[in-house]
């Protein structure tokens, strides 16, 4: 089964992977935009410590679990003392045990109980001196000990133990294991393996900029020598308004990798494997190795190590040599005969040693670099065996054998979880077995494509073929046998893949015990898409028709069910909101289900009960599904909804069904507390008077009425979002404050006209204005706990309209599901159920209206007041995806933007959002593009495209292979080909102005938005993008890798790429992500404790999520990279800020390594690394982080980005801490020009600027420019805070002082003018700023607010959190002013 070996992250030497726990860390999504991540944390438990802590930058992490949630009012802070109790018990504490490996000094090792003696041999392979051992035993007291016996069973074993290293025979494997071992110690330094994307390396530069590792540094340095000698002039293109945006310096030279050669080569011989007699002699395997000084040697690898043999190239003769250094490591032989190798190798480990883990453990997942040097092409064996073996056999650890993949996948999921550790072991095994596997199924499907596999039905067409490689089954993305002709052919067979896969994501994230679902993942490479499965034991023998006993092959026509099935699938109708419906099969017998039709229920051999196919997991989106005779409510219609799709199988998101719940459930909550108060009034004034609601708004009223009083024949009412105008939304102030109760993550409010956001206090008030909405509470709760008995009928009564009002499916609570069979063609429901449908389909119309009249909104809203920041592509889609909006609606939000009053302000959201559109066009027609290119013109191909698509030379003429290599004869034409081996050159024949109207012509047939193109340069005019940003985008959307060098866009004579410019394609892959849910409980309960201002727990409780998160994931994720960030930010906090800094170093190493080099989220790091830099005096390494993070955004999203701004300030105020004056103004003047148009120029962020500019100016003595810039500051403090304000107060102050020294350097020049030389010269106070004034106003800027209180402030401020969190209020946290940059959680810390 799952090797445990494989779950240990390589530790650092000298220290025991007890150590390691705290090595690493963790965050928040996964790599897909995960389906499962929700933008604000639940209720009261925090909206989520990140945003808040940066400000409004930190919104690509916050997540939200569902699985806890899953009934509609979940505890928020869920951990209860059990889970406390367990955890201490993991934590045993460690002890030393000393270890004497042979010609090594002995040394000390601090392990812990838990640990596996097999653990020790990894920290013994991984360190300096004894790296080059593979294959021994640890043993005690003459005893060895068992690879896999845990520390604590073994007897005698304690504090100050000898533990001996003792050498073992080799046997070929161990052979095998250690020339492989040996050549990645060679290769350790070689970022080769990272450009090409293999064996899970990543690239990072984070250590050219610290220059090796900040801690140690940090150390040396004194801290105010530094000032001295710091060049702080930044390179030419990262000035503010530079126009150039270069490629190369994305990938800085790093010297260490320029490798120190130790063999010129060192491969298998050709001798192999040794004849039968020689293998009684113990010969194992041959090596022929030449050293760097040319002495070329053949070396025979036997039971007991290594020497020379008399062979040559051309003799066999396996004698041992004279002398023959038989050497039981490879090292040791090789550091005998040849000095260089000696020398070298020892120079290399050192640097090995040197390095930080992070830059060196392998990631979870592959990660693709778009961009690469030229990489030189050495000769390897290893690789070269592995390419030719398939690696079956070596990895598998059962030699032979190829690994069970679905065996593997179920076998974890049946492990135990009663307790924290057998979770805590289910997890950790899941996840290592889910990243295998995502890893095997891409290098199958790549196998696949390019034709390496032989097909099961070689006998079909290409298009139709299936292939089985290393237990995989992989179908390519196209509609066989007219399987889904309805559905929209081969487009519906693109799209069934990837809903599939989140119907396995969405049913995994549930874990039903007993129901199983298959290992998937989506490929996409070189155009194909391509399905990897895990094989179900015992389906390849017999038919479909017989295996499937619940569901149906054929969409509906025939249909059948199984208790078991419906007893199993009944468990995951709550969470996933599916509803049990019957439908009628081909006999017009009614058949209950409680799936969709499609999903197919199989019982394998091994007896598991799986479910498949699971492409209608979710109700479809009436918006993308035109159906006759059906009307859409009027929102929708206002946008040009329905609309034709390419397929039918558009369906809602998982997110837009919670969303939709949630909003439901307050509407459900309001109506009954507005009926209960109707009927309290009615009893208390004479019946003939009108209910008397006091307190609450006109509009308000109005609007619950409306909705309050629907027809009671069950009808829906369709007002979902209460009341609507034209294209601007008023809300009610009721939706905009009602807590949120439901199921997770508050309701977003929709945008009022101006889009800012209300004061959090409202909410309370409100809470308080209407009387009866405890009582609904309370009355909804006592209903779902006594099944309604015992209450009065008049309650029921109320109950019962609210459910009707809002669709619920039960008479008596709050419960809506879905019948995700509605509108399915071929799907016939029984008469008896015609009222129920009814209902369903109107709750489907009023999913589809939400999605447009409330979640487009909302999100337009969040990204106008900054709660929602994207920077690129990814982010964007993240973004709409956190809300529930399919990418299809991108052209929606577009014109939605257009429309918007404050379009001016949404400008940056604009420009992401078309940048995405169309390279999401191209991405389309570039996919069938390639599928008519043989292998051999590929890279022609791709060069043609990329230059029909981004270069300004008007006639790109495609080169065609050269002729020597086109085959004269024309081969007969083979049946079964390789997918993609046309002989045609079709695609030589594109041209630009044909490529760009395509792109104008998808971009209006699949987003139905009109873009004005001919050409790309039309297109960077009208929209102000930037070639390079595109040409990223579409690399990383296709996979492809380019090289890395400056490309002349716009040249109009020659074209931009040429063939020698691709370098690769790269598969992009969508796989499940599972999740480690103890790891993230406690880091949700660690944001909500530091919400509340207990920053001490709350440190401790994210220090426990960051071991869990470890011990789930090893040493590498994103998640592990959010923890370490939040730790960093209380640690500095907290005055820690050495240990700030060493936990931000590692949150920027891993957020390189597992997202990528330019990732929005490492630019983010970066800013937060330079900020604890500086408070540690480290001045020019600020400076530089700050650098490569503006360089980083300027080739992901250009310069006009509110988050430029933040960036800008912080650069202009460490430059003006330096005494850069002038550089540090072209800065800070950027950074107040984008808040003024970002933040509208009344804003306090704007204030704030115009204050640091003034104060660059007074540095600088040119006292008007100060005063005329404090002058705005003071205005805008005055108009928003009033008078009185301590910031209106400051500003004065600040002017009265500015205006003193204005007037006495007046006095001075005017004396000098009137007395010529001999004037007595006032002394003028030129202030060079003090370094803990620039931090300050960093940490303004930052988000980052001390604040010194008194005791009695801090209970009040704590009742008044707790307070909150009773009456549970959706309040966004982060800005409670209009958008000053004060923080709950920022504001604790006590002097």
């Not at 990894?122 to 068992?146: K, M, P, W, Y």
């Not at 000698?229 to 994305?250: A, Y």
């Not at 065996?407 to 135990?416: D, K, M, V």
């Not at 290393?470 to 002709?485: A, E, Q």
Request: aromatic share 6%.
């Amino acid at each position: 089964m799952v090797s445990k070996t494989d779950d240990i992250p390589a530790s650092a030497p000298g220290c025991g992977p007890a150590e390691l726990a705290d090595e690493a860390g963790d965050g928040a999504q996964d790599a897909n935009g995960g389906s499962r991540t929700h933008l604000k944390e639940s209720c009261g438990c925090g909206h989520s410590a990140d945003t808040a802590m940066v400000n409004g930058g930190g919104t690509h992490e916050q997540m939200e679990e569902v699985e806890s949630k899953q009934d509609g009012h979940s505890e928020a802070n869920g951990i209860d003392e059990s889970n406390e109790q367990e955890v201490i018990v993991i934590q045993d504490t460690g002890f030393t045990v000393k270890i004497q490996a042979p010609g090594a000094e002995p040394f000390d090792l601090q392990v812990s109980p838990q640990e596996m003696v097999q653990e020790i041999h990894q920290v013994l392979i991984d360190r300096e001196d004894t790296c080059h051992r593979t294959c021994f035993s640890l043993q005690l007291d003459g005893n060895v000990l068992a690879n896999f016996a845990e520390l604590k069973s073994i007897e005698g074993l304690q504090e100050g133990s000898l533990l001996k290293v003792v050498e073992e025979p080799y046997t070929v494997r161990e052979a095998r294991i250690h020339v492989r071992h040996i050549r990645d110690l060679l290769k350790s330094l070689d970022p080769s393996d990272a450009y090409n994307g293999v064996d899970c390396n990543s690239l990072s530069f984070l250590s050219i900029f610290t220059d090796g590792d900040l801690g140690e540094s940090g150390k040396r340095k004194k801290k105010g020598s530094e000032l001295e000698q710091i060049d702080c002039t930044p390179p030419e293109h990262i000035l503010p308004g530079s126009k150039d945006r270069p490629l190369v310096p994305l990938q800085p030279q790093n010297k260490d990798w320029k490798p120190m050669q130790c063999l010129k080569v060192l491969t298998m011989s050709g001798w192999n494997p040794p004849p039968g007699n020689r293998k009684m002699h113990g010969d194992l395997m041959y090596l022929y190795i030449v050293t760097v000084e040319e002495r070329h040697v053949s070396v025979t690898a036997s039971t007991r190590g290594f020497y020379l043999n008399q062979s040559t190239t051309y003799t066999f003769n396996p004698k041992p040599a004279n002398p023959s250094f038989l050497s039981h490591s490879l090292v040791e032989l090789l550091s005998q005969i040849s000095p260089a190798f000696k020398k070298n190798f020892t120079a290399l480990q050192k640097k090995r040693v040197q390095r930080h883990p992070f830059e060196r453990i392998a990631t979870p997942f592959q990660v693709y670099s778009w961009t690469s040097p030229q990489v030189d092409h050495a000769m390897d064996c290893v690789r070269a065996e592995d390419a030719y073996t398939s690696r079956l056999g070596y990895e598998e650890h059962i030699p032979g054998q190829t690994r069970d993949w679905n065996e593997e996948l179920q076998t974890t999921r049946e492990l135990p979880r009663k307790n924290l550790p057998e979770r805590l072991l289910r997890e950790r095994a899941i996840f290592k077995v889910h990243s295998d596997f995502a890893a095997a199924a891409t290098r199958g499907a790549m196998a696949v494509i390019d034709g390496n596999v032989m097909a099961i039905n070689p006998g079909d067409e290409t298009h139709m073929q299936m292939f089985i490689w290393n237990n995989i089954f992989f179908s390519l993305g196209f509609d066989v046998r007219d399987h889904y002709r309805e559905l929209g052919g081969d487009a519906a067979a693109h799209a069934a893949p990837t809903n599939d896969l989140n119907g396995v994501r969405a049913y995994g994230a549930v874990d039903v015990e007993g129901l199983y679902t298959l290992g998937t993942v989506v490929v996409d490479y070189r155009g194909y898409r391509v399905t990897a499965q895990s094989i179900i034991p015992g389906i390849l023998e017999r038919e479909q028709e017989q295996s499937v006993i619940y569901g149906s092959i054929d969409f509906g026509k025939t249909v059948v069910s199984h208790s078991k099935y419906l007893e199993l699938l009944e468990k995951t109708s709550r969470p996933l909101k599916v509803q049990r419906h019957n439908v009628l099969n081909e006999k017009n017998d009614a058949v209950e289900l409680c799936s969709s039709v499609e999903c197919k229920g199989i019982i394998g051999n091994d007896g598991r009960h799986y479910i498949l196919d699971l492409l209608r997991t979710f109700p479809p989106d009436l918006n993308f599904l035109p159906v006759e005779g059906e009307e859409l409510p009027p929102e929708c219609h206002r946008q040009g909804f329905p609309r034709q799709h390419r397929h039918r199988l558009a369906c809602l998101r998982q997110e837009l069904i919670e969303a939709f719940v949630e909003h439901r459930y307050l509407l459900f909550m309001k109506m009954a507390a507005l009926q209960l108060m109707q009927q309290k009034a009615s009893k208390d004034a004479n019946k003939n008077e009108t209910p008397a609601i006091t307190q609450t708004s006109e509009t308000e009223t109005d609007a619950d009425v409306k909705q309050s009083a629907p027809s009671d024949s069950g009808e829906q009412v369709s007002t979902d979002c209460s009341v609507q105008t034209d294209s601007n939304l008023a809300v009610t102030e009721m939706d905009e404050n009602l807590s949120n109760v439901a199921t997770n993550g508050p309701l977003e409010p929709t945008a009022t006209q101006n889009g800012e956001c209300k004061s959090p206090l409202e909410g309370k008030e409100l809470e308080e204005s209407i009387p009866g909405l405890a009582q609904a509470k309370e009355l909804a709760e006592t209903l779902v706990a006594e099944d309604g008995a015992g209450i009065d009928p008049k309650s029921r009564e109320v109950v019962l309209n609210a459910c009707k009002a809002v669709g619920s499916i039960s008479n008596t609570s709050f419960d809506i599901r879905f019948n995700p069979d509605i509108f399915s063609p071929g799907v016939r429901f029984p008469d008896d159920s015609a009222d129920d449908i009814q209902k369903q389909k109107q709750l489907l119309k009023d999913s589809a209206a939400f999605l447009v009249s409330c979640q487009i909104p909302s999100l337009v809203k969040d990204c106008l007041d900054h709660s929602a920041l994207p920077m690129d592509g990814a982010t964007l889609t993240e973004a709409l995806h956190q809300r529930g909006i399919n990418i299809r609606y991108l052209g929606n939000v577009l014109e939605f933007v257009d429309k918007t009053p404050a379009k001016a302000q949404l400008e940056h959201f604009y420009r992401i959002g078309i940048i995405e559109l169309i390279t999401r066009c191209a991405k389309h027609i570039f996919k069938t593009y390639l599928q008519g290119v043989e292998l051999s013109a590929l890279s022609a191909a791709v060069s043609h495209f990329l230059n029909c698509f981004l270069s300004s030379f008007p006639d790109a003429v495609a080169h065609l292979p050269p002729d020597e290599l086109v085959s004269r004869r024309k081969n007969r034409k083979r049946r079964n080909r390789v997918p993609g081996s046309g002989d045609n050159t079709a695609w030589a024949s594109l041209t630009p102005s044909e490529l760009w109207k395509n792109i104008a012509s998808e971009a209006q047939s699949y987003y139905h938005y009109t873009i004005q193109c001919d050409s790309v340069d039309q297109v960077v005019e009208k929209y102000g993008l930037h070639k390079i940003t595109l040409l990223r985008e579409i690399s990383v959307k296709a996979g492809i890798q380019i090289l890395i060098k400056e490309y002349n866009f716009d040249s109009r004579h020659k074209p931009t790429f040429t063939e020698e410019d691709i370098l690769n394609i790269f598969p992009v892959v969508k796989h499940v992500n599972p999740k480690a849910s103890d790891a993230f409980h406690f880091f949700q309960s660690g944001q909500a404790k530091v919400q509340q201002g207990f920053l001490k727990e709350g440190c401790e409780l994210i220090n426990e999520a960051l071991n869990l998160f470890n011990n789930v994931y090893g040493a590498m994720h994103v998640e592990i990279c959010a923890c370490l960030r939040l730790l960093a930010r209380l640690n500095y906090i907290m005055g820690d800020h050495a240990e700030a800094l060493s936990n931000q170093q590692k949150a920027v190493l891993m957020s390189e390594r597992v997202l990528g080099i330019e990732h929005p989220n490492t630019i983010q790091e970066y800013m937060h690394l330079a900020l604890y830099c500086f408070a540690n005096g480290q001045l020019s390494t600020a400076l530089k982080l700050l650098y490569r993070a503006r360089y980083l955004m300027l080739l992901v999203c250009g310069e006009d980005h509110p988050e430029m701004a933040l960036l800008d300030s912080n650069i202009g105020l460490v430059l003006h801490g330096v005494m850069e004056y002038d550089l540090s103004l072209r800065f800070l003047e950027n950074a107040l020009a984008l808040n003024s148009k970002y933040h509208g120029v009344r804003s306090l962020k704007v204030a704030l600027s115009h204050h640091l500019v003034a104060r660059v100016y007074e540095s600088k003595a040119e006292f008007r420019s100060a005063l005329q810039h404090e002058k705005e500051g003071y205005t805008i403090y005055k108009n928003q805070m009033g008078e009185a304000h301590e910031k209106t107060k400051e500003s004065s102050e600040y002017l009265k002082y500015l205006t003193q020294q204005a007037v006495a350097l007046q006095r001075t020049m005017n004396e000098i003018y009137k007395n010529g030389s001999s004037a007595s010269i006032m002394p003028l106070k030129f202030t060079a700023p003090s370094m803990a004034n620039i931090l300050e106003q960093l940490n303004i800027i930052n988000g980052i607010i001390f604040i010194p209180l008194s005791q009695k402030d801090l209970e009040n401020l704590k009742a008044e959190v707790q307070r909150r969190q009773q009456l549970q209020e959706p309040e966004k946290s982060e800005q409670p002013t209009e958008d000053s940059p004060l923080e709950l959680e920022d504001k604790i810390p006590v002097d």
